[in-house]
Nanobody, 121 residues
Framework: VQLQASGGGLVQPGDSLRLTCAAS????????MGWFRQAPGKEREFVAR????????SYTDSVKGRFTISRDNAKNTVYLQMNSLKPEDTAVYYC???????????????WGQGTQVTVSS
């Protein structure tokens, strides 16, 4: 499956952004989807994931209550709604697809190219 992330940008603290990941190729609905991020000088980290049928979601503690992951299997798309953004959310955000349900990076077989999110006043 090919993944294309978009929606990043430069915003101020407290603003919102919605990231979009469009999938093509293999059947999107067969995959659990995740969002990860990588800040400069840091390792890539898990942000959120959603199961194939949207029944379960999971978030890293630092984004709970601010970020929401969702998907539309009819549109082959997964979203990450980010509210109340903080400077520490600044990173390149990646979407990824996995046959397994989890948060470990090595579970994800397919990756998008990343979209930059910068939160700064």
């Amino acid at each position: 499956v090919q993944l294309q992330a978009s929606g990043g940008g430069l915003v101020q603290p407290g603003d919102s952004l919605r990231l979009t990941c469009a999938a093509s190729g293999r059947t999107f609905g067969n995959y659990n989807m995740g969002w990860f991020r990588q800040a400069p000088g840091k390792e890539r980290e898990f942000v959120a994931r959603i199961s194939r049928g949207s029944r379960t979601t999971s978030y890293t503690d630092s984004v709970k209550g601010r970020f929401t992951i969702s998907r539309d299997n009819a549109k082959n798309t997964v979203y990450l709604q980010m509210n109340s953004l903080k400077p520490e959310d600044t990173a390149v955000y990646y979407c990824a697809a996995s046959a397994e349900l989890g948060y470990q990076i090595n579970l994800y077989d397919y990756w998008g190219q990343g979209t930059q999110v910068t939160v700064s006043s």
